[in-house]
Nanobody, 119 residues
Framework: VQLQASGGGLAQAGGSLRLSCAASGRTFSSYDAGWFRQGPGKEREFVAGINRSGDSTYYADSVKGRFTVSRDNAKNTVYLQMNSLKLEDTAVYYC?????????????WGQGTQVTVSS
């Protein structure tokens, strides 16, 4: 599975962005998916995960209630809607695919997309 993340950019605090992750290669609908991020000087951290059918999701506490992960298997795409952005959401965001939701082992990773939140 090849993954291509897009949609990053500059947003003001309190604003919104939507990230997309387009998959190609093997049948994407057979994989669970997730989003991770790595802020400046920080370790990579989990943000959100979604199962292969899209009917089960879970989130890091830091984004719960503000971010929503979804997928459209017909378009082989996973989304991350980010609302009420905070300065600390600034990071490079990565999408990933794997199996064994919710304890997903992520085997495939896309390149990152930069999200910068300004005051």
């Amino acid at each position: 599975v090849q993954l291509q993340a897009s949609g990053g950019g500059l947003a003001q605090a309190g604003g919104s962005l939507r990230l997309s992750c387009a998959a190609s290669g093997r049948t994407f609908s057979s994989y669970d998916a997730g989003w991770f991020r790595q802020g400046p000087g920080k370790e990579r951290e989990f943000v959100a995960g979604i199962n292969r059918s899209g009917d089960s999701t879970y989130y890091a506490d830091s984004v719960k209630g503000r971010f929503t992960v979804s997928r459209d298997n017909a378009k082989n795409t996973v989304y991350l809607q980010m609302n009420s952005l905070k300065l600390e959401d600034t990071a490079v965001y990565y999408c990933a695919a794997g199996r064994r939701f919710p304890d997903t082992t992520y085997d495939y990773w896309g390149q990152g997309t930069q999200v910068t939140v300004s005051s």
